[in-house]
């Protein structure tokens, strides 16, 4: 269904035509699971999300108002509400969680294909070795943010220390870090 407008699709994903539907899906897939894998950096997770937004656009299609942006961006809209709720559920599981365990979740989401599985393994191993010479402070900071998307003023709160701190320790962690990757990788 090539050349048919993005709101004429989201009519007949709505009204429960087979064709319009997997049209819909095929034309916003990619995207909707792209941008949940990027927030949330959990492919089951992604999917997950995809998938509810997706449920969501077909509930909700019928209020879709194209004034206010796109189809794609309307759907995204969505995608990234949904995302940044399992986040925020996600953060209230990892309040208490102990830092040297922040450090191995971030090695643990299996690589996306099994010819990425080599380089995914060198990465990780890349970023653990790293995150192992970052001060504590710094450490359990930069995985708090880089990881799992908390603010500063999140972190601050959380850790009971000023947000001139926070940022601090992010920034100091994270260009530790990227010096720490880049003299690896010019080493023969």
Known sequence: MVGIPDEALLAGFVSGDRDATGAFLQ?????????????????ALAEDVAQEAFVRAWKHGPSYDRRLGTVSNWLLRITRN??????????KEIEIIDPDILESLVTSTPPSAVEDAAITSDMAAAVTAALAQVPPEQRRALVLAAYYGRTAEEISRSEGIPLGTAKTRILLGLRKVRALLDAAEERP
Do not use: C, I, K, S
Request: charged residues 35%.
């Open 82 to 91: 949904l995302a940044l709720d399992r986040l925020r559920r996600r953060r």
């Open 27 to 43: 034309r916003f897939r990619n995207r909707v699971y792209g941008l949940a894998l990027a927030m949330l950096h959990d492919p």
